[in-house]
């Protein structure tokens, strides 16, 4: 949920979420207080537990579901911006990524796109996205003053 952080700016400003996902499309999302709580509670298991375990927020959020986080919590109107596939990596370059890193980048995005991660369990934390977007909003707000 954290990658979003920087997307309160332009939601703000401009009433946009800005994605390289189509609006509907919903992933694995989690908020960072979630999964640290999951990484500490597997450090007091016995070693027997480790390996990979997935954790994911209470369910999967679309783009469309981040701009409508943004828009109730700063009451206003956001809307989602998809960059189109064949503007990715130049994309990726006006962040400030060299080239081979914005290839890289536009590659990792088509997979999770193309071929979407379906692990068989994943452990759900219990932080919606609403929650966290207002939480960050209001923090922004706060400081602000």
């Known amino acids: 949920m954290s990658n979003w952080d920087g997307a309160l700016e332009t939601a703000r400003r401009d009433g946009v979420v800005n994605s390289f996902f189509p609006a509907d499309f919903a992933l694995p999302m989690v908020a960072p207080r979630d999964l640290g709580e999951a990484a500490a509670r597997l450090l007091l298991e016995p070693v027997d537990q480790t390996g990979i375990h997935y954790v994911e927020g209470p369910e999967r959020y679309s783009t469309a579901d981040v701009a409508e986080a943004f828009g109730r919590a700063l009451g206003k109107d956001v809307r989602v911006v998809t960059a189109p596939r ?6 990726y370059e006006r962040f400030g990524f060299s080239k081979p890193a914005a290839q890289s980048y536009a590659r990792m995005t088509a997979t999770v796109l193309d071929d979407p991660m379906q692990p068989e369990k994943s452990e759900r ?6 929650d966290y977007i207002a939480a960050l909003v209001s923090k922004q707000i706060a400081l602000a003053m």
Do not use: D, Q
């Open 125 to 130: 934390g219990g932080i919606s996205l609403e």
């Open 86 to 91: 064949e503007r990715w990596v130049e994309t």
